[in-house]
């Protein structure tokens, strides 16, 4: 559809498209079938929790914990926490990691 998607952090070429599941029979489809699944009352009752995983009270801490939505400890470096790093080891390390999930 000759979208404006931004550049790959890859190869840095201009991403313009994207590949659907093998379901679907084109983007029209795709997005019908995402919209009513979104729109469904299964979805309605539980997205506050989903919310909560990955913005609220489950996403860090104790209440990650307990939800079991634990990630490697480089899932939640900030810019900041590279500007105050010390260790240049440590903060070449998680420069290394971040670039590694990109």
Known sequence: MNLTLGNSTVTGKRIHDVELPKWTKGGKEFVRVMRKGLESHHVGRE??????????????????????NLFAESA????KDLEIERDESVR???IME?????
Request: proline fraction near 0%; charge should be negative; glycine fraction near 12%.
């Open 92 to 94: 070449d390390r998680m």
């Open 47 to 68: 997205i506050n929790k989903w919310i909560d995983l990955v913005f609220g009270v489950n996403s860090r801490g104790g209440g990650a914990r307990n939800s079991d």
């Open 98 to 102: 971040a670039e590694e999930r990109h």
């Open 76 to 79: 939640y470096y900030e810019t």
